[in-house]
């Protein structure tokens, strides 16, 4: 069996079971209380599950008209540049309505005192040192950044606790703003370091 093959057969589990999977730490809507992210443990090991994130209508119609208006360079006659203005129009009128696309990954633990794990490519990712996050979207329209980091972290603590086993930890989402504060930051505290001192 392939990793896309067990991917999915991870995916069908937490869809159908995922009340009942162990599950050592979890996100939830700070709105509705939805799950937006967690991770199981499953006799595999442990494995990171992103709700996903979905478009806005207006977002998903423009990025479909950009395709089209893109095309434009690749037109050598009028009647294929009105097609592809015509296709652009047709896109930012439609009804479209995008869905989230649930992701799972593997988490290989490396260490667990301090935790230090390896996860594979099935979750796009924003991530440096100590910082993973993934963006995700919940049914009531609200958008966060899920923090894959301290998800993964709190379930390695939770194997290491008495017995393996521990309450399940709810981790909060991180604002959707996050990765503009942090490279701000970043850049900041790099300002500070280069600069003179008095």
């Known amino acids: 069996m392939n990793d896309d093959d067990r991917a999915g057969q991870v995916l069908r589990a937490v869809r159908l079971y995922g009340k009942r999977l162990p599950c050592p730490s979890e996100t939830r809507c700070q709105r509705d209380g939805r799950r937006l992210g967690a991770v199981f443990r499953l006799p595999d090991g442990l494995w990171a599950w992103s709700a996903g994130h979905r478009e806005p209508p207006v977002v998903a119609r423009r990025n479909a008209a950009a395709f089209y208006l893109d095309a434009l360079d690749e037109c050598y006659s009028d009647s294929e540049r009105q097609a592809c203005y015509d296709a652009a129009s047709q896109a930012l009128e439609a009804d479209v309505r995008p869905v989230a696309r649930p992701a799972v990954t593997q988490v290989s633990v490396l260490s667990a005192d301090p935790a230090r794990y390896q996860t594979g490519f099935g979750i796009t990712v924003i991530g440096g040192p100590g ?35 521990r309450g399940r930890v709810h981790v909060p989402p991180l604002p ?20 003179p001192s008095p």
């Open 131 to 165: 910082f993973l996050v993934t963006e995700v979207s919940c049914g009531c329209r609200q958008w966060y950044y899920l923090d894959l980091h301290s998800l993964i972290t709190q379930a390695v603590a939770g194997a290491r606790g008495p017995g393996g086993r």
């Open 176 to 195: 959707p703003d996050l990765p503009e504060r942090e490279r701000v930051l970043k850049s900041f505290q790099s300002a500070r370091r280069e600069s």
